[in-house]
């Protein structure tokens, strides 16, 4: 079955510090994978994608992610953290595309928590 | 705009009482889901649905019902065989073929409280 991991569950960095937020994922075939972000008490914001092609995908708000096949990995980050990036980050896997699961259904992460000091 | 709407934004309910959190989205997706979020769970998914008239339990259905009876839409009840049902509600939609706009649409969330 699929799964992902978020090691981490909370982080904190300095304002301008650069991010890199961990996400690991268990899934026989080729993934698509999202990361969202989610501010209090509001819904979640996809910020990217990847399905295909290049490995390295840039979102919004300056946000990237690496696909890495050999490490199960689809890591978040950002060069300079401003302290409005002070949210919950969840990453997703879609599956049921290849195993007569659930297609479309995402199973996400259990988040984690970055908190930016000024 | 195209989106998700769901309402109301806060809802408060007594003990005995079923309540309806309503989710409506204009994008023409096929999927629809229902996700409860309690602070440190992550999201766990309580119904959805791939197809008008049809839906699927998730992980914690118990104590709460849906229905789809028209593409748009997809209410949640929260009956009152739920016993913690204080929580954060999120409504999602997407498409069910992978390509360029494949991916959860969340709406903003619906905050329900027992009194």
């Known amino acids: 079955a699929q799964s992902v991991t978020q090691p981490d569950i909370h982080i904190t960095v300095s304002e301008g510090a650069s991010l890199e937020l961990r996400c690991n994922y268990s899934?026989?075939?080729?993934?698509?994978l999202f990361w969202y972000v989610q501010s209090p008490g509001q819904g979640l914001q996809l910020l990217l994608k990847?399905?295909?092609?290049?490995?390295l995908v840039q979102g919004i708000k300056g946000f990237e992610a690496e696909f890495k096949r050999s490490q199960s990995s689809f890591n978040l980050r950002k060069p300079s953290v401003h302290w409005s990036d002070a949210a919950e980050y969840f990453c997703?896997?879609?599956?049921?595309?290849?195993?007569?699961?659930?297609?479309?259904?995402?199973?996400f992460g259990k988040g984690t928590k970055l908190s930016v000091k000024p | 705009d195209g989106g998700i709407t769901q309402s109301p934004k806060y809802l408060f309910r007594k003990e005995g009482q079923n309540v309806t959190l309503s989710c409506e989205q204009n994008?023409?997706?096929?999927?629809m889901y229902w996700y409860r979020q309690d602070p440190g769970q992550g999201l766990r998914l309580i119904y959805y649905?791939?197809?008008?008239?049809?839906?699927q339990k998730g992980d914690i259905a118990e104590g709460y019902s849906v229905s789809r009876e028209k593409k748009e839409s997809f209410p949640l009840t929260v009956t009152s065989a739920q016993k913690n049902p204080t929580a954060f509600y999120l409504c999602?939609?997407?498409?069910?073929?992978?390509?360029?706009?494949?991916?959860?649409?969340f709406g903003s969330g619906t905050r329900l409280t027992v009194v």
């Open positions: 990847y399905f295909s092609g290049d490995t």
């Open positions: 999602a939609s997407t498409p069910l073929v992978v390509e360029g706009n494949y991916g959860y649409t």
């Open positions: 899934y026989g075939a080729t993934p698509y």
């Open positions: 649905s791939q197809i008008v008239n049809d839906f």
């Open positions: 997703a896997v879609a599956g049921g595309f290849y195993d007569g699961g659930s297609q479309g259904n995402l199973i």
């Open positions: 994008l023409n997706h096929d999927a």
